[in-house]
């Protein structure tokens, strides 16, 4: 869970994925579709990734793991939480208060 929290915080926006997720490619071209620079981690190209898998799913509370969003180091949540958010023009202002976007 460290590490997990650890990569979170790197940047305003990070993204937990796996390559072979369609939601992951959805979530990450909305955020792209924004305008914001994510960092996208990829579980499945990481060698400790089934380890950070499981502490996704202990943080979510549910699988699957992915896509997992985090904004300004702390956890939104998967495509549907992320969608929502988006859908009631909430995420543009959180991801301006995290400094993911400027304008």
Do not use: Y
């Not at 390559?19 to 955020?31: A, E, K, N, W």
């Not at 981690?41 to 499981?54: A, F, N, V, Y």
């Amino acid at each position: 869970m460290d590490r997990v929290m650890m990569l979170a915080s790197e940047r305003a926006v990070v993204i937990f994925t796996l390559d072979s997720c369609c939601m992951c490619h959805t979530v990450t071209r909305l955020f792209r579709d924004l305008g914001v620079s994510a960092l996208e981690h990829e579980l499945d190209q990481d060698p400790k990734g089934k380890e950070m898998e499981r502490a996704l799913i202990k943080l979510l509370g549910r699988g699957p793991p992915v896509p997992a969003v985090f904004i300004g180091g702390k956890l939104v949540g998967g495509t549907n939480k992320v969608m929502s958010l988006h859908l009631s023009g909430e995420l543009v202002p959180m991801m301006r208060n995290a400094g993911a976007l400027w304008l």
